[in-house]
């Protein structure tokens, strides 16, 4: 069993769950504008994650839950956001659910057609089969969410590192706006 306080969107600390902090500098390669983060402070957190993994990575018909909370901030004119991923096995599914914040989550298919769904206190997203997922933060408060997938799914990042989403989600005159990448 395990504890989630469900106000904070955080898993109780415990030995079982695996956390990790994304920091600009980690993320170095995800936004646009390199010359604009190279001016920011590299140890700046941009989102945090908890993942409970109660059965082997790579077990098939397992479940994973995991918490993660992205800061609110910019990168020149776009939005702190995760860094975004296909599953491994491309069919694997999710669920994302949100805690509290204003938030985008951006998908896009294997034609790199790029959408958005809003987030907001309450929404639940579905995820379908070979969607590659990324979550912004367009709010002023950190934006916290609850997520749930196969534990043989995997992460693919290398695809995302390499080419991005088809879209990216900046703050145009004040409003959070999809705008086509040029990659
Ligand atoms: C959610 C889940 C995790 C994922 C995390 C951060 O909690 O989808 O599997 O690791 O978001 O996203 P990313 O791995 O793309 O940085
Ligand atoms: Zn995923």
Not at 41 to 67: H, K, M, N, S
Not at 79 to 97: A, S
Not at 123 to 140: E, M, Y
Not at 157 to 182: C, H, P, Q, W
């Amino acid at each position: 069993m395990m504890q989630m306080d469900w106000a904070k969107g955080l898993l109780r600390p415990d030995v079982e769950v695996r956390e990790s902090v994304k920091t600009l500098g980690q993320l170095s390669g995800i936004f646009a504008n390199t010359k604009a983060l190279r001016e920011m402070d590299p140890t700046t957190v941009v989102y945090r994650v908890q993942a409970w993994c109660p059965i082997p990575e790579g077990t098939e018909g397992g479940l994973f839950w995991g918490t993660t909370v992205v800061e609110p901030g910019l990168v020149d004119s776009e939005y702190f956001m995760t860094h975004g991923h296909f599953h491994l096995k491309r069919d694997r599914t999710e669920y994302y659910g949100t805690i509290e914040g204003e938030g985008a989550l951006v998908l896009m298919d294997e034609t790199r057609a790029t959408w958005m769904e809003p987030m907001a206190a309450g929404t639940v997203h579905f995820i379908r089969p070979r969607v590659a997922h990324r979550v912004a933060n367009i709010g002023k408060s950190p934006l916290r969410f609850v997520a749930c997938w196969p534990s043989d799914a995997g992460h693919d990042y290398e695809s995302i590192r390499t080419y991005g989403f088809g879209a990216r989600l900046l703050n145009v005159r004040g409003s959070a706006m999809l705008v086509k990448s040029d990659a």
